[in-house]
Each structure stands twice: as C-alpha cells, then as structure tokens.
C-alpha cells in the first residue's frame, strides 16, 4: 500500500520559516498533481498550494508572495516553503497528490497522515 510520506513540521515564532516535504513511500508508476492543504483547529481542510507535472502553480491567496511550492519530479517529492509565517498558519497540514500507482490502476488521491505547523511566540 503507497503511503505519503511528510516531514519538516514543528513549532516556529511568528516571521520565521519552514520547508515541508512529501514523498510516496514506494515505487510509482506516475503522479499527477502534489500539494498542500491545512487544516487548522475546528476548521474544514482547505488547499493552501498545489503544483502540477507540468509546473502549473496554485495558491490560496491567504499564503501568496509567503509561501513557495515545487516538486522533484526525478524523486518525485514535492516541497513547500513557507517564509513570514503567522499564528494563522498554525494547522496540521497534509500532503496530497494523485497518483497511479503502478500500470492499469486508476489514478487516485492519496493523502499523508499530516504534520503539525504551529506558529507561536
């Protein structure tokens, strides 16, 4: 079973900085588009950015001109840079990308078990 794998959460003072990652566990046949979505106490999931094969970019506009996504598409890992961060941004934020797993298997979203981002003095 392929698995998203996230790292690189933490706690962080308002204005710093964090870089998220994400990669399958194993083997893929392909990925289609990556991306980042949040979560935050009592609140829904919503997409915070979301990059394509092809390098077509997404942004909420909550994290535009503050946040960065990219992807490597040879260790297919994509990443989210996230600069002057605000107690704001404090959620769990989870890792998404669809994906075909292997030949004749429909592509699918997959998502990572999350990781905690919180912003705090």
């Known amino acids: 079973q392929v698995q998203l794998v996230e790292s690189g959460g933490g706690l962080v003072q308002p204005g710093g900085s964090l870089r998220l990652s994400c990669a399958p566990s194993?083997?893929?046949?392909?990925?289609?588009?990556m991306g980042w979505y949040r979560q935050g106490l009592g609140k829904q999931r919503d997409l915070v950015a979301a990059?394509?094969?092809?390098?077509?970019?997404n942004f909420a506009d909550s994290v535009k001109g503050r946040f960065t996504i990219s992807r490597d598409n040879a260790k297919n890992t994509v990443y989210l840079q996230m600069n002057s961060l605000k107690p704001e941004d404090t959620a769990v934020y989870y890792c998404s990308a669809v994906m075909i797993p292997r030949v004749g298997v429909p592509g699918l979203r997959y998502w990572g078990q999350g990781t905690q981002v919180t912003v705090s003095s």
């Open positions: 990059i394509t094969s092809g390098g077509s970019i």
């Open positions: 194993g083997s893929i046949f392909s990925i289609n588009t």
